[in-house]
């Protein structure tokens, strides 16, 4: 109910237009220095370590027993207060309270258990999330402080309340229904035990997702053995070996890893009958319903439509992909059969290449660690007037010694907030790019504002004595994208936590971060930091040039294969009626309708999407915010990326209200218009077309 957690995951792709470039300067601000120099080791030899985020109970993992105990207290105080009699403030002000009190444990022991090197650290946190989801399940069904929520929801508050008051409260009320509290005593008890369920099973289909196959070596042709691992008799395929030069190594990888298991598909089809069920009995017709209540979407139907135009406008554009690939196959060899869903990667990969005329391994010259949080930090300063400060950190601040703070200081409003950045690869750390709330953001009692403070993770490698960290194109894509949602938490400025920054609606939180792709694919922008960390020298135009374009190779088929993926999730998670006779038949029947590849017999590419767990019904969030992020872009940002007024518009009227206004109203006027199917299949079809437009012009310089 009152917690949370905010994990991006989404693959990234990005577009743009536009061809101009700015002078760079030619020294390295302290920032870029600062990023290119190995970091400083920290030893707490002291006394006096001042605790983990500054927190000072946290000088030692017993800490997390002390900030328990305290939100246990403070919880206990914030109920009687909210079922008092009378009460001094609005029931919303009390919720929020009593969620940033659960919160900042929450969020905080979460991150700790995820990325502390030191187990003793791990383990108290492991306890304290375990410790706050034990008085979040008895908060869920404490009956009272629902009715005394549900009573201001319906009849309004004792005191004045504004819109965002009024929503706020009704998110708070939503949350709490989740649990079926509202449900009599025998159906609330078959929610928790679904939610339960569904948990369980997740968590298994997850890991069955990635468990490699294992077959006997005779089942591979002797001329592919060599592609895969050995292990005695037996061979271990663990990916699709998506772009290998070998055709017949692909689609063996293909055909072998995506075999059918009935293991997986019994998790699957449980989990979906579970899903069902839970969104039924809260009343909702199906669960992607449920899903999408809140969403900028709203509802599955909008979503729906939006996928069936967009198939519409994709597919002949697709196919001249398709035709594409299938001519470099044939040129290949002229033996080869027809292009086939394992081809595509490698195609894409092959054609990029020969754009962009270098391995990509030679632009991470231009792009050390250092170049690039100075270009994020030209944008900020360009866009906002903020600027990025690394800034020293006290001994037992951190939770290793390679971290970086960075506060996030405006030129007339002071510190916004800080963002830690742990973007280094070490032993134990998850193995993805991601954005954690550390504490949201919101307005105290005493008038002064919360700030906000999150981690951005990374897994960069270490910087060597030798030079700083290069990062690869796509690197630099990852860090703008997460910098987007650090940046979406710095500068919401929302009267409540639970509402601020990222905690908002999937189709809406990877809108910002989407849009900093934008920046980070404009030769514009990547002219104003992409140097050479030995010479200095900036990145050669043509090379810029390339590089951004290479960017928009294939977007028809690349997107055709996520609204595929996206029309699947919402079927599964749609009418059971409207669904084939098992999960397989289903992806048939859709991989027929809205791919242009057809479906390969004697596979089950779903039982591989661990996206359908932690996305339920929400996989099409990331084409929605493309849609959104495409249109902001060519509206404010296209013809100046550096434009202060429209950063300084961009931030009052779309960033600073985080999840307080409905999103799809803070989207429809901000764009001035509204937020239809038709508008945001438009935008990403004109988009596929100015990309398609740009390629072609490269190719014919060529
Ligand atoms: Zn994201």
Not at 35 to 49: C, E
Not at 107 to 118: I, Q, Y
Not at 201 to 212: D, H, N, S, V
Not at 592 to 607: D, H, I, K, S
Request: glycine share 6%.
């Amino acid at each position: 109910m009152l917690g949370k957690l905010s994990r991006n995951l989404w693959a990234r792709r990005c577009g743009t237009l536009g061809l101009r470039s700015c002078p760079s300067v030619s020294t390295w601000s302290p920032l870029a220095t600062a990023f290119n120099t190995k970091p400083h080791t920290r030893l707490n030899i002291t006394k006096n370590d001042t605790g983990l985020f500054g927190i000072s109970a946290l000088t030692n993992p017993e800490g997390f027993y002390l900030l328990k105990e305290n939100a246990i207290h403070r919880t206990d105080e914030l109920i009687e207060e909210a079922t008092r009699e009378k009460r001094s403030r609005k029931m919303v002000e009390i919720f929020d309270e009593l969620s940033d009190t659960l919160c900042k444990v929450a969020d905080l022991a979460e991150f700790v258990r995820l990325s502390h090197p030191h187990v003793k650290f791990l383990h108290a946190a492991e306890d304290a999330c375990i410790s706050i989801s034990g008085i979040v399940e008895k908060l869920n069904t404490d009956r009272e402080l629902y009715r005394v929520l549900k009573a201001v929801v319906d009849s309004g508050d004792a005191f004045p309340t504004n819109p965002v008051d009024d929503h706020v409260a009704e998110l708070f009320l939503f949350d709490f229904e989740q649990s079926g509290i509202h449900l009599e005593e025998k159906l609330r008890r078959r929610v928790v035990h679904l939610n339960e369920c569904i948990l369980q099973l997740g968590q298994r289909f997850m890991a069955g997702a990635i468990t490699p196959r294992v077959v006997d070596k005779e089942v591979l042709p002797e001329n592919i053995r060599h592609f895969f691992t050995r292990k005695g008799d037996k061979i271990e395929v663990a990916s699709l070996f998506a772009e290998s030069t070998n055709a017949k190594a692909r689609e063996a990888a293909f055909r072998l890893f995506l075999y059918p298991d009935q293991r997986q598909d019994q998790l699957l089809t449980d989990i979906l009958a579970a899903r069902h069920e839970l969104a039924t009995i809260c009343g909702f017709p199906t669960y992607a319903h449920r899903a999408l209540k809140s969403s900028t979407v709203e509802k599955p139907d909008t979503v729906r439509e939006f996928l069936e135009i967009l198939t519409e406008g994709l597919r002949p554009r697709a196919e001249e992909d398709f035709r594409q690939m299938a001519q470099m196959k044939r040129q290949e060899n002229q033996m080869s059969t027809e292009l086939a869903a394992w081809d595509t990667p490698y195609y894409t990969a092959k054609l990029k290449k020969e754009l962009l005329q270098v391995n990509a391994k030679e632009f991470a010259p231009y792009f050390s660690l250092g170049a690039c949080m100075e270009g994020l930090n030209t944008v900020t300063t360009s866009l906002y007037g903020i600027h990025l400060e690394n800034t020293e950190m006290q001994p037992g601040e951190a939770w290793n010694t390679d971290i970086y703070k960075l506060a996030v200081v405006h030129e007339s409003e002071g510190t916004l907030g800080y963002i830690y950045c742990d973007f280094f690869e070490r032993h134990g750390k998850p193995n993805q790019d991601c954005h954690f709330t550390i504490q949201g953001g919101k307005r105290l009692p005493d008038g002064t504002y919360q700030p906000p403070i999150v981690v951005i993770m990374l897994n960069l490698q270490q910087p060597r004595w030798s030079g700083p960290t290069l990062l690869t194109p796509s690197m630099v894509d990852n860090l703008f994208h997460e910098m987007g949602h650090a940046m979406h938490s710095m500068l919401a400025r929302t009267e409540y936590q639970h509402v601020t920054g990222t905690r908002c609606s999937t189709d809406f939180a990877e809108i910002p971060s989407v849009l900093m792709e934008y920046f980070a694919a404009d030769p514009r922008v990547l002219a104003t930091f992409a140097r050479h960390y030995q010479t200095h020298e900036p990145m050669p135009q043509d090379m810029l040039n390339r590089l951004c374009a290479s960017k928009f190779l294939f977007t028809a088929s690349e997107t055709q294969l996520q609204v595929f993926y996206s029309a699947l999730d919402q079927a599964y998670h749609g009418d059971p009626a409207e669904q084939g006779t098992s999960t397989t038949d289903t992806l048939r029947q859709l991989q027929e309708r809205y791919y242009g590849l057809p479906y390969v017999n004697a596979t089950a590419w779903q039982l591989r999407f661990s996206h359908l767990i932690g996305y339920g019904a929400k996989y099409y969030s990331y084409l929605v915010s493309r849609a959104v992020a495409s249109s902001i872009w060519h509206t404010f940002f296209a013809k100046d990326p550096l434009s202060r007024a429209q950063g300084e518009r961009y931030r009052r009227e779309f960033l600073s209200f985080g999840g307080g206004v409905p999103s799809g109203k803070l989207v429809g006027d901000f764009l001035q218009c509204g937020v239809t199917p038709q508008i945001l299949a438009k935008n990403l079809i004109e988009e596929v077309d100015a990309n398609s437009e740009t390629i072609r012009h490269l190719t014919e310089r060529k």
